[in-house]
């Protein structure tokens, strides 16, 4: 089989039928002979071939990566000029390339090759001792991990968020809720990842760096806002980190970040199609038009336009006036940074009234499912992003409680009367995941354990606190 092999490895199709005859037991070989390929095209001057290569591309996002992976790789890409989006791409010299007429599109000696991530694999590869793709099976299977990870996790999620505000597509709070909570799922697997990795796989920039380095440039500069990424600190880090290289920032620029999210973009009505009129139709609607001109008696009394109705006022704004201020109470809490408990939970009992105010603690139902900690905190950001709704009427503490899976879920809430809201039960689905129960303030035991849930009180219950959000 060796000097079948040998003849092999000349022929990169006959490599992939040779990795396939011998299985799993071929992998190294299968790594070696493609490194025997890359070095063949190296030597046959295929590589600097690819220095006029040309990529069509529109959307800045999508070719900053091969651009990038480019710089690294040395290897220079050239844009094509004049290339009209709705146009070029229509041509029949176009879908040769690709049939279906998106962009982006590499145009090599060798033949075309279009999806994003498909080019950039193919410019990182181009260089034989390239680093972009790690030295060992394992550091390549963790790349392409990534790599898809940053695609259908973060990228994809971004864009339903974004996409959707820019009027491509339909917009629908409740379904933006989804794709917010999913990205911030994402975000926090990623940010648990990069607590202890400076890079996404080994010590140095590789191709799913640069993926998702260009996946997390679309959302910081459109849409993702110092307040929702300060949520995920190592990520902030990284992405800061990444966009400063000299590499990258030679490609990309000066970066900055989004100051708010965009606005739902309205479309307005298309006209209606005036449909052809005879002469005869055209001949009356000139007759219309001059009786329209002729002076009209004067009515004594004109029709005048149905006035809006007022929107109806929350039943929570139709209680009698309390004398805690809500407002008041979250100032003290977040301006509190020392001595909490003699100036913040004091300053609560103080303000707190009975009559106008209630307090419940909830727990959540199926603590069994809570295995994983960025999982599970995730749950409880998605619930407080689903509260925002009431957000005039109540404050609210979350704990995430445990050293060790399954983690347990408790909370502590203040609603605007005595009883949860009606419309808060109704709207927000996870008030169903959550056992409810009214706290007794003629308890002790319970007074204090709402004072150790404002304060994040640890250990909590003998247990130590994984997470603690609050809701104001």
Known sequence: R?????????????????????????????????????????????????????????????????????????????????????????????????????????????????????????????????????????????????????????????GKWLY????????????????ITALKRALGALDTHLASNTYLVGHSVILADIVMACNLYHGFTRIMTKSFTSEFPHVERYFWTMVN?????????????AESVPPVQKKAAAPKEQKPKDAKKEAKKNEAKKEAQKPEPVEKAEEEEEAPKPKPKNALDLLPPSKMILDEWKKLYSNTKTNFREVAIKGFWDMYDPEGYSLWFCDFKYNEENTVSFVTMNKVGGFLLRMDLCRKYAFGKMLVIGSEPPFKVKGLWLFRGPKIPKFVMEEVYDMALYDWAKVDLSDAAQKERVSAMIEDLEPFEGEALLDAKCFK
């Open 2 to 158: 060796a000097p079948t092999v040998r003849i092999l490895c000349f022929s990169f199709k006959k490599i992939l039928e040779c990795f396939v005859a011998y299985n799993r037991s071929s992998i190294s070989l299968f790594v070696s002979l493609f490194d025997c390929y890359r070095a063949d095209l190296r030597s046959s001057g295929a590589v600097s071939t690819l220095r006029w290569c040309c990529i069509l591309a529109v959307e800045t996002r999508m070719r900053l990566r091969h651009l990038i992976a480019a710089e690294y790789s040395g290897v220079n890409v050239e844009l094509v000029k004049d290339f009209q989006m709705g146009v070029s791409n229509h041509t029949p010299d176009f879908l040769k390339m690709n049939p279906i007429g998106k962009v982006p599109v590499l145009e090599t000696p060798d033949g075309p090759v279009f999806e994003s991530n498909a080019i950039a694999r193919y410019v990182a590869r181009m260089k034989a001792d390239s680093p972009l793709y790690g030295s060992s099976l394992m550091e390549y299977s963790h790349i392409e991990q990534w790599i898809d990870f940053s695609t259908t996790e973060v990228d994809a999620n971004i």
């Open 245 to 257: 290289q000299p590499n990258m920032k030679k490609v990309m620029g000066d970066v900055k970040q």
């Open 164 to 179: 959707p505000r820019l009027g491509f597509y339909p917009y629908v709070a409740v379904i933006e809720d989804t794709f």
